[in-house]
């Protein structure tokens, strides 16, 4: 008879993160000022769109000289040997790095000190055979530069590399270096997956707000289609006790942080994948058009933590019709471990991309039977005009 194995913790869904970050090259092969150089060069180029991080390593005493602020790193992290750059006085590894790192698009690594998940190989006169005994290190290398005076890969990279295709560039090509990393992180974009904000309990509203119909069906059914228009992906988001009686019309989220409102929802999304975005939309938006959806998805930010909508009441962000991004986990969890679970009190406080909705009257929520009536009458009056 066989027994079942014993899982002691929950299974997670992972983020696709690195040593530092999801998106994360270490630049091997060069001297270390070499790589400095280059890293600024880059990040200088790719600043005006992408958040850059640099980790690097300094075996000196004292500080270089050359401070990052300026040459579009917004993070650097420098591993000083005897102690770490922001001055924390104790070990730290990759469960830490992540965190420092987690609002930053790319985060650019001195291989010479440290390891990341993708690589960049430098051929330098200086460093051939220091490069031959880092090997091991190149466990998926994307590009090779060489520096001057070299024209082509020595004999132990090419076996290192055997068939596998991976373009070579003139490290003095800094406008190709540039187009290259560009072009990387546009590719590595995370999806926008869609959804629909009905596990609310409509007190206000004393009745199940996700079920009135100012269009003819269910409100719910009518934003999951809207979403359905937009994106590939959607889900009807839930309390447990919905989940049966919605699984067979849905894809469901189902919450699994419990009594939190729109905040465990959004939560209960990136738990079940963090490595997508999120485009959130309440069900209490009965005037929102298919317009106003494509206008947030037009002007998304990736480099944000999230984009939304400026309130037309009060200016305030609108957490429920915007796109979350992966790198929002953390920090709603950050706001949660702090004890607040109001969505809106985090884009407030993090760096988010507001709107200006092309028309404010789609943002306009009916949450009060008194609201529903009203929303009601704006809709009848709409469809005369269009008749």
């Given at each position: 008879m066989s027994r079942k194995k014993h899982r002691k913790h929950?299974?997670?869904?992972?983020?696709?993160?690195?040593?530092?970050?999801?998106?994360?090259?270490?630049?091997?092969?060069?001297?270390?000022?070499?790589?400095?150089?280059?890293?600024?060069?880059?990040?200088?180029?790719?600043?005006?769109?992408?958040?850059?991080?640099?980790?690097?390593?300094?075996?000196?005493?004292?500080?270089?000289?050359?401070?990052?602020?300026?040459?579009?790193?917004?993070?650097?992290?420098?591993?000083?040997?005897?102690?770490?750059?922001y001055d924390a006085h104790r070990r730290q590894?990759?469960?830490?790095?992540?965190?420092?790192?987690?609002?930053?698009?790319?985060?650019?690594?001195?291989?010479?000190?440290?390891?990341a998940n993708r690589q960049v190989v430098i051929v330098h006169p200086k460093k051939l055979e220091s490069l031959e005994r880092k090997l091991d290190r190149?466990?998926?290398?994307?590009?090779?530069?060489?520096?001057?005076?070299?024209?082509?890969?020595?004999?132990?990279?090419?076996?290192?590399?055997?068939?596998?295709?991976?373009?070579v560039l003139k490290l003095k090509d800094s406008s190709a270096i540039n187009a290259f990393f560009a072009k990387r992180l546009k590719e590595s974009l995370p999806k926008v997956k869609g959804m629909v904000l009905a596990g609310g309990r409509s007190r206000r509203m004393k009745q199940?707000?996700?079920?009135i119909e100012y269009?003819?069906?269910?409100?719910?059914?009518?934003?999951?289609?809207?979403?359905?228009h937009c994106l590939d992906e959607v889900f009807m988001s839930c309390r447990p006790e919905q989940g049966?009686?919605?699984?067979?019309?849905?894809?469901?989220?189902?919450?699994t942080y419990l009594n939190?409102?729109?905040?465990?929802?959004?939560?209960?999304?990136?738990?079940?994948?963090?490595?997508?975005?999120w485009l959130v939309v309440a069900c209490d938006l009965p005037l929102l058009d298919e317009a106003t959806i494509a206008y947030l998805l037009?002007?998304?930010?990736?480099?944000?933590?999230?984009?939304?909508?400026?309130?037309?009441?009060?200016?305030?962000?609108?957490?429920?019709?915007?796109?979350?991004?992966?790198?929002?986990?953390?920090?709603?969890?950050?706001?949660?471990?702090?004890?607040?679970?109001?969505?809106?009190?985090?884009?407030i406080n993090s760096p988010v991309e507001l709107l200006t909705a092309p028309d404010p009257v789609a943002l306009r929520n009916a949450n009060t039977p008194e609201e529903a009536v009203e929303v009601a009458r704006l809709i009848a009056e709409r469809r005369k005009e269009k008749i």
């Open positions: 929950e299974d997670l869904a992972k983020p696709g993160l690195g040593v530092f970050h999801r998106n994360e090259w270490a630049f091997v092969g060069a001297p270390c000022g070499v790589i400095r150089k280059l890293v600024f060069d880059l990040s200088s180029s790719l600043a005006a769109q992408w958040k850059c991080g640099y980790v690097d390593a300094d075996h000196a005493a004292g500080d270089n000289g050359e401070g990052a602020g300026d040459r579009g790193v917004v993070l650097e992290y420098t591993d000083k040997i005897n102690f770490h750059r590894d990759t469960y830490h790095w992540r965190m420092q790192f987690s609002e930053m698009d790319v985060v650019f690594v001195n291989g010479n000190h440290f390891r190149l466990t998926a290398v994307e590009l090779v530069l060489l520096a001057e005076g070299v024209s082509e890969l020595p004999e132990f990279l090419q076996a290192h590399f055997g068939k596998v295709d991976i373009p199940d707000k996700s079920l269009h003819g069906v269910p409100q719910r059914d009518y934003t999951f289609g809207q979403l359905r049966a009686s919605m699984m067979l019309e849905y894809p469901l989220v189902v919450d939190l409102g729109p905040m465990g929802a959004i939560l209960s999304a990136f738990r079940q994948d963090p490595n997508s975005a037009e002007h998304r930010n990736p480099s944000a933590i999230a984009t939304a909508f400026r309130s037309p009441v009060n200016e305030f962000p609108e957490p429920l019709i915007a796109i979350w991004e992966p790198k929002a986990y953390p920090a709603l969890l950050s706001f949660l471990s702090q004890g607040f679970s109001c969505p809106r009190k985090v884009l």
